[in-house]
C-alpha cells in the first residue's frame, strides 16, 4: 500500500511543477501561423500568374521570331502587298485557350527617288487576354486601333509587351 501512495505523491507533485502553454499564448500563435500560411499561399498564387506569365511570352516571343524569318524570307517587293495588317493567331495560344491576335503592320520608311520604298519598317505585335487583363492596347482583338485604346505610349499604333519591329532594306 504505501508504494501506491508514493506513486500518487509524485504524480501530484509532478503536475504542480509542469508547465503548460496558456490560452492567449495558444492563441497569439495560433494567429502568427495564420499571418504565415495567408502570406505563403498569397505568394505560391502570384508566383503561378508569373509562371503562367512568363510561359506565354516564351510563346509570343517565339512565334514572333518565326514570324520575322517568314517575313525576311520572302522578296522585299512582295512584302508590302503579302503583310501589310494582316492578323493571325498563334497556335500555341489558341491550344492553351488564350484569346489573343497578332497584327503585322508595315510602314514605309524610306523611299528611292523613284517613290518606291527602299525601307520598310516591319512591326509584328500579339496582344493576348490572362484573366481578367489585357496584354497591348487591343483591347477587343479586332486589329484595329479603336479610340481609347492607344493608353501604352499614345503614338498612334497598337502596341504590347509583345512585339518586334524591326527595318527591313530593299538593298
Request: hydrophobic share 45%; proline share 2%.
Amino acid at each position: 500500500m504505501a508504494r501506491l501512495i508514493f506513486f500518487k505523491e509524485k504524480r501530484v507533485y509532478f503536475m504542480k511543477n509542469s508547465k503548460g502553454f496558456t490560452l492567449i499564448e495558444i492563441l497569439i500563435s495560433t494567429l502568427i501561423m495564420a499571418v504565415v500560411l495567408a502570406g505563403t499561399f498569397q505568394t505560391a498564387s502570384y508566383l503561378l500568374q508569373v509562371n503562367e506569365l512568363n510561359d506565354y511570352q516564351v510563346i509570343c516571343m517565339n512565334f514572333l521570331e518565326g514570324k520575322m524569318n517568314e517575313i525576311r524570307g520572302v522578296g522585299f517587293d512582295n512584302v508590302l502587298p503579302q503583310y501589310s495588317n494582316v492578323t493571325f493567331l498563334v497556335p500555341e495560344l489558341t491550344a492553351k485557350g488564350v484569346q489573343h491576335l497578332g497584327l503585322v503592320t508595315i510602314s514605309t520608311l524610306e523611299t528611292f527617288s523613284s517613290g518606291l520604298p527602299s525601307m520598310l519598317g516591319v512591326k509584328i505585335i500579339i496582344c493576348l487576354k490572362q484573366k481578367n487583363r489585357i496584354l497591348g492596347e487591343d483591347a477587343n482583338f479586332n486589329g484595329l486601333l479603336d479610340t481609347g485604346e492607344d493608353t501604352l505610349n499614345v503614338n498612334g499604333g497598337l502596341d504590347s509587351p509583345y512585339q518586334i519591329e524591326v527595318a527591313v532594306n530593299a538593298v
